[in-house]
């Protein structure tokens, strides 16, 4: 067969008759007509993205084992490199005395006038000092379409051995391997000084169930190093298979599309039931939504004595999209606990108050070992039943999980990867601002915007910089979230913000002939201040970070732009197996994101 150039079109490609050509970076697919295999153009910064954060934690995880790799050659020469060089020295010299073959004669023979011969000191032993050798990773996506994404790994990412790109759908299958094919990615055979050769797959095609597919994976040995779930709605039926199916220290990606069930309060029912958790209405949905499915990842792994550290948690467009780390170890999995809470958020000024789920205490025993003690959490926290701040009614929300969203240190290793690769990413502009954002972002829950919070007053709205600098002055801290335009979170608790608005106030008045009595505005307005508020612009203030030049909320891509619409029919669209009419194992695979 002859060799394909995977980095470049080849010359001369003519596109059949009923088929379309789409290039990616590097990476180049025929697409059917008839939309039997799902793809999303747009959604290149989804794929650009997962390519990123992939290569940043191979190199991690490499550099974790080389280190590992070294502790142990170090306590290897340290206890044990003197007995073994001395066991060999005795063994060099044992062969000199009495030969190769184990017979003294020679060394009898040697004699002169009845002296010994001399002693011969054996030659040190040549053996060539160890070196590190990176390990290439494998990788399972499960739901693959046109291929495209598992195509992009492995011309993408150096560290990859080979990825298996799965799909239920026959038609799909045949788009994959198509497409494969012509990046040259498929086992071939090439002729090596006059030899043939066989070079092993980079992409192995598979056609199948991809829960069937994943559980085939989770024995000790036979786990993958990535699993990437990307389906057409949500990621719900394939979460309890795919944590099984990572290694230690795997990386498990997943994105779900269907925020109108993980972001509004239309569908509680179908949340809870997917999720094991009740949505949140209010401006902060979308972080919510990340909580809720970081929630489902965590409890899924717990069964099985397994935890998840978030690497990246990004609420993007119309999808979340998750990076997590899955690894075994008992004491984390009791500390998932502490990491989960209920939420009691008000229906009329959205302000929210945390429920954790348990607490921990921990002791260290005389043996050096970490006790853990787990007991469960006081509350209600809000024993009124009613809003502290407006006395608004309160709604149950969660659990979820009430943890970091995001790894600082992988963030900031992924946006150092992102800039000296500029040209690697055609979305780099957009990846940059939005981990930018990420790496900046507070490990806190929820996030607000001024003008909602004004809207409650109603009072004209301060900017960023007066809301973010009023906060800081008082001592506490601010960041920008990276979900919604124009948001701020803070450490400050509810009262201190309404406080900001009612010094706000004073110096911007509201005609009081307009609020009605009884009104959320007429309540907080009845409050007074309990702190005092300096509007001073503080140094550290969001707006100085926002004046770097980075896309942090682009505008839509395209004039049609959305979710795709799901993929035609075919011979094969009877079998594809669905779940209430937001996904299909296979159909989409990539679903609509790509």
Known sequence: MTQTNPLVVPEGLVVPEGFKLHTENNSHILLPDDNQAFLNPVQEFNRDLSVANIRTWANLMNAEKKKKWEERMAKRAAQGGSKVKRQKIDEARASVVTGPSGDSGSAVESTVEGHAPAPVEPAAPTHPEPQFQPQKFVALEALSATGLRSIRYANEIPELKYIIANDLSPEAVATMRRNVEMNGLEERTEQENGEPKIIPARVRVNEGDACVLMYNHRAEKERVDVVDLDPYGTAAPFIDAAVQSVKDGGLLCVTCTDLPVLATNNFPEKCFSNYGSVPVKAEYCHEAALRIVLHSLS???????????????????????????????ANEVKRAISKTSVYYVCTNCQAWYDQPMGKLTESVHANGNLNINVKTAAGPTVASGKCPECTGNLRIAGPMWSGPLHDSEFVSEVLTHVEGNKDSYGTSTRMIGMLTMAKEELDVPFYFTPSQVAGNFHCIAPSLDNVASALLNAGHKVSRSHACAGSLKTDAPHQKLHDVYRHWIKTHPVKMSKIKDGSLAHVLLGKEPVSEVDFKHHPHSVTVASKVNLVRYPPNPTPYWGPGKRAGGGSGSGTKRKRDGEGADGEEGEGALN
């Not at 998840?308 to 690894?327: E, G, K, M, W």
């Open 299 to 329: 409890t899924a792994a717990a069964k099985y004595g397994r935890y998840i550290r978030p690497q990246l948690s990004l609420s993007i467009d119309f999808y979340v999209r998750l990076f997590v780390r899955v690894s075994t170890g």
